[in-house]
Antibody
Framework: EVHLVESGGRVIRPGGSLRLSCATSGFTFDHYGMSWVRQAPGKGLEWVSGIDWNGGSTGYADSVKGRFTISRDNAKDSLYLQMHRLRDEDTAFYYC??????????????WGQGTLVTVSS | QSVLTQPPSVSEAPRQKVTISCSGGSSNIGSNAVSWYQQLPGKAPTLLIYYDDLLPSGVSDRFSASKSGTSASLAISGLQSEDEADYYCAAWDDSLNVVIFGGGTKLTVL
């Protein structure tokens, strides 16, 4: 059974940095692209970033480009999101999701339960 | 405002059928596959439909979807109370080079 478990979310001051992790199990991690999708409380879904199967190709939403970095460790079956210069508007639940192909964008067929990042002074 | 436009809410009685629309453009729905996601209250989203009209294993066949031109739609037949959720469409956008989501539609089963 596929499992995705995010961690690392917490309250952080504006301008701060945070690293989210996503531990995976139940599938061959290096066969799939992965992505991060976020949802501000009470709002809709926003795709944040994606990475292909070996980390060779990545993509970012304009709202996070230059501030966030997606990465993966295939030896640890884990996905990461390094976030810098955090802003109030980055406050959201961050979901890790498996992409249905080996590429970095596309349908997300499995999702984690999410981790909450709150940017507040 | 989302690039993919969905009605904010729809409602229908139990055992009836409801349709949720998703309107986009030539750079997204018009040229790329559409996915639909269900988000039950307080839960993470789950995949409902992929590649325009395919159901993942385990998804009830009460759910169906279609696409025509730059619009897509999700249909839910035999409505049940447990179908109350937010529903999102999504597609890749060739111009923006990102995955885009619709604003979401809240389904209420009366």
């Amino acid at each position: 059974e596929v499992h995705l478990v995010e961690s690392g979310g917490r309250v952080i001051r504006p301008g701060g940095s945070l690293r989210l992790s996503c531990a995976t199990s139940g599938f061959t991690f290096d066969h799939y692209g992965m992505s991060w999708v976020r949802q501000a409380p009470g709002k809709g879904l926003e795709w944040v970033s994606g990475i292909d199967w070996n980390g060779g190709s990545t993509g970012y939403a304009d709202s996070v480009k230059g501030r966030f970095t997606i990465s993966r460790d295939n030896a640890k079956d884990s996905l990461y999101l390094q976030m810098h210069r955090l802003r109030d508007e980055d406050t959201a639940f961050y979901y890790c999701a498996r992409v249905i192909t080996s590429g970095w964008f596309g349908t997300a067929d499995y999702w984690g339960q999410g981790t909450l990042v709150t940017v507040s002074s | 405002q989302s690039v993919l436009t969905q009605p904010p809410s729809v409602s229908e009685a139990p055992r009836q059928k409801v349709t949720i629309s998703c309107s986009g453009g030539s750079s997204n729905i018009g040229s790329n596959a559409v996915s639909w996601y269900q988000q039950l209250p307080g839960k993470a989203p789950t995949l409902l439909i992929y590649y325009d009209d395919l159901l993942p294993s385990g998804v009830s066949d009460r759910f169906s979807a279609s696409k025509s031109g730059t619009s897509a739609s999700l249909a839910i037949s035999g409505l049940q109370s447990e179908d109350e959720a937010d529903y999102y469409c999504a597609a890749w956008d060739d111009s923006l080079n990102v995955v885009i989501f619709g604003g979401g539609t809240k389904l209420t089963v009366l």
